[in-house]
């Protein structure tokens, strides 16, 4: 599926929950993957229970990222919820682009190639509406 603009647009009302989802769950099992590590025990109940939550956590994640991608997009930065959403236009190349979207921000207002260079660019005042 390409998104124009205004339909990424009004995609994020399901793209922002997921993608909130998806952060909140990574750096909590960022958080617990370090207290595991700390511990470095192994064969109490404790380790256990970690254990059993990064596998829950690892399991959710793993879930969120599979509903982006059956709508087209891709999650570019865990940590910060950046996402790549394919937008119907090419570029000047004639290569796919995508329109660029991080968890806090009202709209889409960047694009990136993501055959070319790695940082998100801001999209002509025209396409922004």
Same mark, same amino acid.
């Given at each position: 599926?390409?998104?124009?603009?205004?339909?990424?647009?009004?995609?994020?009302?399901?793209?922002?929950?997921?993608?909130?989802?998806?952060?909140?769950?990574?750096? @909590? %099992?960022?958080? *617990? !993957?370090?207290?595991? =590590?700390? /511990?470095?025990? #192994?064969?109490? $109940?404790?380790?256990? &229970?970690?254990?059993?939550?990064?596998?829950?956590?690892?399991?959710?994640?793993?879930?969120?990222?599979? @509903? %982006?991608?059956? *709508? !087209?997009?891709?999650? =570019?930065? /865990?940590?910060? #919820?950046?996402? $790549?959403?394919?937008? &119907?236009?090419?570029?000047?190349?004639?290569?796919?682009?995508?329109?660029?979207?991080?968890?806090?921000?009202?709209?889409?207002?960047?694009?990136?190639?993501?055959?070319?260079?790695?940082?998100?660019?801001?999209?002509?005042?025209?396409?922004?509406?």
């Amino acid at each position: 599926m390409l998104y124009t603009v205004e339909e990424a647009n009004a995609a994020l009302a399901h793209i922002g929950p997921i993608v909130g989802d998806l952060v909140r769950e990574f750096l @909590e %099992l960022r958080r *617990i !993957g370090r207290q595991r =590590r700390a /511990l470095m025990d #192994g064969e109490s $109940d404790y380790d256990k &229970a970690l254990k059993a939550r990064i596998d829950l956590k690892s399991a959710r994640i793993e879930s969120f990222i599979k @509903e %982006l991608n059956q *709508i !087209g997009c891709k999650i =570019r930065d /865990l940590e910060i #919820g950046l996402v $790549d959403i394919p937008y &119907a236009c090419l570029s000047d190349s004639g290569r796919p682009m995508c329109l660029s979207w991080k968890l806090g921000e009202r709209g889409i207002s960047h694009w990136i190639d993501p055959g070319g260079f790695r940082e998100r660019a801001p999209l002509p005042r025209a396409d922004t509406t």
